[in-house]
């Protein structure tokens, strides 16, 4: 079987076009203290949710670093009652 017509690709999808720039998660406090600042001035719903995220990640992150610090103070204890 012979197609004499011209097969077209369908047309792309394109993404619905936001009118606002993505909002991204603030990490150091800096950020943090605009970010909190802009949201009072204007707040929605977007920026709390980022917000409330910035403050789980920044949580996370000092729970791992203090577990961190207190397996290096124990491994230090153990190494000078190794050695004395």
């Known amino acids: 079987m012979?197609?004499?017509r011209?097969?077209?690709?369908?047309q792309a999808i394109k993404a619905p076009s936001t009118s606002?720039?993505?909002?991204?998660?603030p990490r150091d406090s800096r950020s943090i203290c605009h970010f909190q600042a802009n949201y009072l001035k204007?707040?929605?719903k977007e920026k709390l949710a980022k917000l409330f995220k910035a403050?789980?990640?920044?949580a996370a992150q000092v729970?791992?670093?203090q577990q961190t610090k207190d397996g290096l103070l124990d491994?230090?204890?153990t190494e000078k009652k190794c050695h004395n």
């Not at 011209?6 to 369908?10: E, K, M, S, Y």
């Not at 403050?55 to 920044?58: A, I, K, P, T, V």
């Open 63 to 65: 729970a791992l670093d």
């Open 75 to 77: 491994a230090l204890k």
């Open 55 to 58: 403050n789980e990640e920044l």
């Open 6 to 10: 011209p097969i077209t690709p369908p």
């Open 42 to 44: 204007n707040p929605t």
């Open 20 to 25: 606002l720039p993505a909002l991204k998660t």
């Open 2 to 4: 012979v197609i004499t």
